[in-house]
């Protein structure tokens, strides 16, 4: 009951001293607002990136062209010994007659061509499309596809995919570190900003000494307070995440330029930025007010 008492009091206490010194207070609250919505830009190009690069590596194909002259049983041996490969995660057959039908879709001019071919007349080659689950292992994985019998040449965008992955690897790293850097100055920022708010309050804490208030009474109600002005610090960029992804992603219909470039889906994405956003901003506001305690006014 004692430890209730003691926390209730000190929530209605951080509570008075957040309105009571207001002016500071809004200092603080706009020291979060401000970083948290650089942090919530970064998390959504961040995310976006991601999304993009997943994508574009989930469409990334090697295509296995087959011997000519290759008969239906060899055609099933290929693709046992594709199966057993480690790095495989989806293959999928196409005729030499398949290819030539769609050629002749997307053409005229192919069409005019290959109108007169017979099936024994088509020069075309049956390909295996496969699908790898790691990208970052693809040369490999097309070096091994060569090895098999009656495989002939083995294409997937050598040397550009490579250099896709390279960059999307830098990318991720460059937006990771981004995030990790905002949230670090945030709390730099915020330490600094509570401080002089709890410094101009120190006479107050020293009343609190003289009437016996132990040190961890004195800094409960600042470590709520810290705890509030987090919370009210994170509301606006909340509430700005929402809308603006949210208009941003309707007005686009969830892709930019082209199918390629698709936005991450507001649900459940949004929640998780905003809940990420709330804890950075609680997380903050009560290591700033701890700090601001414990080390300024050496309590």
Known sequence: MKTLRILSRSFRDALKGVFRNFSLSLASISCITITLLVVSLSLILSSNVNNI???????????????????EDETNKVLEDIKKLDNIDDV???SKTE???EMKDSSEVYANIMNGWTEEENPLQSTYLVKVKNIESIGKTANELKKIEHVGTVKYGEGM??????????????????VVALIIVTVFLITNTIKITIYSRKREIEIMRLVGASNLNIKIPFLFEGLYLGIMGAIIPIVATFYAYSILYEKFDGKMF??????????????????V??????????????????KYLKI
């Open 161 to 178: 995919v490579e250099q896709l992955v390279s960059v999307f690897k830098i990318v991720r790293n460059i937006s990771l570190g981004t």
């Open 258 to 275: 082209s199918e390629f470039i698709r936005l991450v889906n507001p649900t459940p994405f949004l929640y998780s930025v905003s809940g």
């Open 53 to 71: 690069a997943s994508l574009i590596e989930e469409d990334v194909t090697i295509v296995a062209f087959l011997d000519v002259d290759i008969t």
């Open 99 to 101: 290819i030539a039908s």
């Open 277 to 294: 956003l709330l804890l950075i901003g609680m997380f903050v506001g009560m290591l700033g007010s701890l700090q601001a305690v414990r």
């Open 92 to 94: 999928e057959f196409q």
